[in-house]
């Protein structure tokens, strides 16, 4: 049955690229807001969407939305909710959110509210005065924002940028999702050539592997839900060996690494072995200063900026090296992401398009060169 109703949150900007992963996975009634999408499907899609999506940051189950003015209708809701489809009488269920522009603003109380009123609702479907909480752990997830609570369960753990091959990284890292979402829209494909030439901790250069290899991001990790007797482990076994059965082997795609650092060199090398992608990737010391373009290659970049590693002035010389050094064209398009709202006037041309993303907590354009 189809009858899951699930919300997957992403970047700011990314939305059109998870939407697109959301329909190749077979998702239905799919909805687009800001910075998270909804959509529904059955217990499969639990696995399927953990396994599978690049760009979104988690898979959660939606138990309800519903209008939260005081705490008498925030605990009557909840109560109202099918908790024990999915919760069962041992297992954990801890409680965290957030409240945004609400009269219920206190997210400590709100937590004790929704606690609560879970439990008396299992109580009363399983027959208990008090609940272990010694079994996996049911993650509840509330958002109280202009007085509508949805309360959610978290279906994934650490979050799906936590792919399993980067353990460490450099000082300014991108994040894996994000970076899978800047390789999409690159359109990245299974004969493509991309290069980085400030590689630091591979992260593009690994994203793209996976995208020309089709390789599911989620296979090398464990999700929370994976622990839940309510979701049968055949379903995962399913899911794994079906997306394992997806990977294209015969591909022409290569990625070449370029840093000034030794360290992020070795770190990049590292990275791509725990990804098992060290076959389509070399990386090599090498300053943009020295940089030869690669003919038929795809650019894809995060440069130092002024806020992080380097001054200001720095930033925007190195932006003009770049500028001299990577000359983009239909055959070799290029694409940078920054937060420097001036570097077309740096790097001496106008993007073909931009595009607002978010690198955590710092807005970014992705600067986009293919003509």
Same mark, same amino acid.
Request: aromatic share 10%; hydrophobic share 40%; proline share 4%.
């Given at each position: 049955?189809?009858?899951?109703?699930?919300?997957?949150?992403?970047?700011?900007?990314?939305?059109?690229?998870?939407?697109?992963?959301?329909?190749?996975?077979?998702?239905?009634?799919?909805?687009?807001?800001?910075?998270?999408?909804?959509?529904?499907?059955?217990?499969?899609?639990?696995?399927?969407?953990?396994?599978?999506?690049?760009?979104?940051?988690?898979? @959660? /189950? %939606?138990?309800?939305?519903?209008? &939260?003015?005081?705490?008498?209708? *925030?605990?009557?809701?909840?109560? $109202?909710?099918?908790?024990?489809?999915?919760?069962?009488?041992?297992?954990?269920?801890?409680?965290?959110?957030?409240?945004?522009?609400?009269?219920?603003?206190?997210?400590?109380?709100?937590?004790?509210?929704?606690?609560?009123?879970?439990?008396?609702?299992?109580?009363?479907?399983?027959?208990?005065?008090?609940?272990?909480?010694?079994?996996?752990?049911?993650?509840?997830?509330?958002?109280?924002?202009?007085?509508?609570?949805?309360?959610?369960?978290?279906?994934?753990?650490?979050?799906?940028?936590?792919?399993?091959?980067?353990?460490?990284?450099?000082?300014?890292?991108?994040?894996?999702?994000?970076?899978?979402?800047?390789?999409?829209?690159?359109?990245?494909?299974?004969?493509?050539?991309?290069?980085?030439?400030?590689?630091?901790?591979?992260?593009? @250069? /690994? %994203?793209?592997?996976?995208?020309? &290899?089709?390789?599911?991001?989620? *296979?090398?990790?464990?999700?929370? $839900?994976?622990?839940?007797?309510?979701?049968?482990?055949?379903?995962?076994?399913?899911?794994?060996?079906?997306?394992?059965?997806?990977?294209?082997?015969?591909?022409?795609?290569?990625?070449?690494?370029?840093?000034?650092?030794?360290?992020?060199?070795?770190?990049?090398?590292?990275?791509?072995?725990?990804?098992?992608?060290?076959?389509?990737?070399?990386?090599?010391?090498?300053?943009?200063?020295?940089?030869?373009?690669?003919?038929?290659?795809?650019?894809?970049?995060?440069?130092?900026?002024?806020?992080?590693?380097?001054?200001?002035?720095?930033?925007?010389?190195?932006?003009?090296?770049?500028?001299?050094?990577?000359?983009?064209?239909?055959?070799?398009?290029?694409?940078?992401?920054?937060?420097?709202?001036?570097?077309?006037?740096?790097?001496?041309?106008?993007?073909?398009?931009?595009?607002?993303?978010?690198?955590?907590?710092?807005?970014?354009?992705?600067?986009?060169?293919?003509?």
């Amino acid at each position: 049955m189809n009858d899951i109703t699930f919300c997957v949150p992403c970047h700011f900007g990314l939305e059109s690229v998870l939407k697109f992963e959301l329909g190749r996975i077979g998702a239905e009634n799919i909805t687009v807001s800001d910075g998270k999408l909804g959509f529904t499907g059955g217990e499969e899609l639990i696995a399927r969407a953990n396994y599978r999506l690049a760009t979104a940051e988690r898979v @959660l /189950i %939606e138990l309800g939305t519903f209008r &939260a003015e005081t705490f008498t209708q *925030l605990f009557d809701s909840v109560k $109202a909710l099918p908790l024990e489809r999915f919760i069962g009488r041992k297992d954990a269920f801890p409680v965290k959110g957030h409240c945004l522009d609400s009269k219920l603003h206190s997210v400590p109380d709100c937590q004790k509210i929704i606690k609560k009123a879970a439990v008396e609702r299992l109580k009363t479907k399983y027959g208990v005065s008090w609940f272990e909480e010694t079994g996996a752990v049911h993650q509840l997830q509330f958002v109280i924002r202009k007085d509508i609570c949805s309360l959610y369960l978290d279906t994934t753990g650490a979050g799906l940028h936590k792919r399993g091959y980067r353990q460490n990284s450099n000082e300014a890292p991108i994040k894996e999702t994000l970076a899978a979402g800047i390789v999409d829209l690159a359109r990245v494909r299974q004969d493509t050539a991309v290069v980085d030439p400030m590689c630091g901790s591979g992260t593009f @250069l /690994i %994203e793209a592997a996976y995208k020309a &290899a089709n390789i599911a991001p989620g *296979l090398r990790r464990h999700f929370a $839900a994976e622990q839940w007797e309510q979701v049968s482990r055949d379903i995962w076994k399913r899911e794994k060996e079906q997306a394992l059965s997806e990977v294209r082997r015969d591909i022409g795609f290569k990625g070449l690494g370029f840093d000034i650092d030794a360290e992020a060199v070795a770190l990049t090398e590292d990275n791509a072995k725990k990804a098992g992608v060290i076959s389509r990737i070399q990386a090599a010391k090498r300053d943009i200063a020295y940089y030869e373009r690669v003919p038929g290659a795809t650019v894809i970049v995060n440069p130092p900026y002024g806020e992080r590693m380097l001054e200001l002035r720095e930033a925007e010389e190195l932006y003009k090296l770049m500028g001299e050094k990577l000359s983009p064209s239909r055959e070799e398009p290029c694409f940078i992401i920054t937060p420097h709202e001036d570097f077309e006037k740096f790097f001496g041309r106008k993007a073909d398009k931009k595009r607002k993303l978010y690198n955590g907590m710092i807005k970014c354009e992705l600067f986009m060169y293919f003509k």
